[in-house]
């Protein structure tokens, strides 16, 4: 590719500071040809040093992005994490990207974002349906499955007490592992993506979930069960537990989106934007098998 600008939002989440890691290292993408974006631009002081130009960007701040957009030419709009102002953020950003004239966009979505009754699918179904109206010629629409890193990250409590309650039933899910994804999308924006494309990103199996604890149990010498409950059953349970009304809300229709095959599917579309396959959870496991004994300790 050209020495066009990159600019990257999200770059201190999780995801964002993988992406960076993977232009500069896996794409020799020049730090100078790199713009981060932050709302507290003092946490990306090490990537300043290298000569990434950070810029500062609130997504509720329509103006702030008008600035740090600027010369931008591909940009990776990562979703932001705050559920609820999430649409119009999105739709800002969007805006700003049209405004400072880029290329290409790439969007980190979900899975089947139309369909699905997850509680936060219409903010990803609006920012996908957005982007395709846009004026931006080129992008990748890239419906990130669920991360390997949910476990230790949200649903600790299932190593913690070896119960996985659920109400997703016979559903399959082709979890992937953030790093993978993350590869996925600094591949996206150093790849010519001509049009308008968009890419379901799975890992290379889709399990239930008897079949991950299966996985874990084996690999950790743990002793997971899996309760397969109706959506009723499980809800009063979270609410026994007093879970907030969103989390509750959140764990439900997720189940019913897994419930409904929504998030199974195949590797095809990451390998055909990567030239790689994602590694499996088998594998996943096991590079992160100390961390996930320590919590289940
Ligand atoms: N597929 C999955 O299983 C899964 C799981 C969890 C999350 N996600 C989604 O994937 C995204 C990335 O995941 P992650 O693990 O990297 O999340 P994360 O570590 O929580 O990072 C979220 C990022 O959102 C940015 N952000 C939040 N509000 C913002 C705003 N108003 N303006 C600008 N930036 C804002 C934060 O930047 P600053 O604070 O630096 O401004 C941060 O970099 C999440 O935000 C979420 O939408 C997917």
């Not at 949910?150 to 953030?178: D, M």
């Not at 994804?181 to 010519?192: H, I, N, Q, R, T």
């Not at 809300?249 to 989106?257: E, P, Y």
Request: glycine share 6%; aromatic share 6%; with cysteine.
């Amino acid at each position: 590719m050209s020495d066009s600008k990159i600019l990257v939002t999200g770059a201190t989440g999780k995801l964002g500071q993988k992406v960076v890691s993977s232009l500069l290292n896996d794409f020799n993408i020049a730090p100078e040809q790199l713009i981060v974006t932050t709302r507290s631009v003092s946490k990306l002081n090490e990537l300043c040093k290298l000569g990434v130009e950070v810029r500062e960007a609130d997504f509720s701040n329509p103006e702030s992005l008008t600035k740090a957009f600027k010369g931008a030419d591909r940009l990776l709009l990562i979703s932001i994490d705050a559920s609820g102002p999430r649409t119009q953020s999105h739709l800002n950003a969007i805006t700003a990207a049209e405004k400072a004239g880029v290329s290409h966009i790439s969007y980190t979505s979900m899975p089947a974002a139309e369909e699905s009754p997850v509680v936060f699918a219409h903010e990803h179904e609006a920012t996908e349906a957005a982007i395709k109206l846009s004026n931006i010629p080129n992008v990748a629409i890239l419906r990130n499955n669920w991360y390997f890193e949910n476990l230790p990250e949200y649903f600790a409590s299932v190593l913690q007490t070896g119960f996985w309650l659920t109400s997703s039933g016979e559903g399959k899910i082709a979890e992937v592992s953030r790093e993978d994804l993350a590869y996925a999308a600094a591949a996206s924006l150093v790849k010519d993506i001509k049009g308008k494309k968009t890419f379901n990103l799975n890992g290379t199996e889709a399990l239930t979930h008897e079949e991950m604890a299966l996985q874990i149990n084996t690999t950790l010498g743990t002793s997971i069960q899996v309760v397969q409950l109706s959506d009723e059953v499980y809800k009063a349970k979270l609410e026994s537990f007093e879970l907030p009304k969103p989390i509750v809300d959140l764990c439900v229709t997720m189940d019913k989106h897994n419930r409904l095959d929504l998030s199974a599917g195949n590797g095809q579309d990451f390998e055909s934007l990567t030239g790689r396959k994602p590694i499996s959870f088998k594998t996943w496991l096991n590079s992160n098998k100390s961390q996930l004994l320590k919590l289940a300790e």
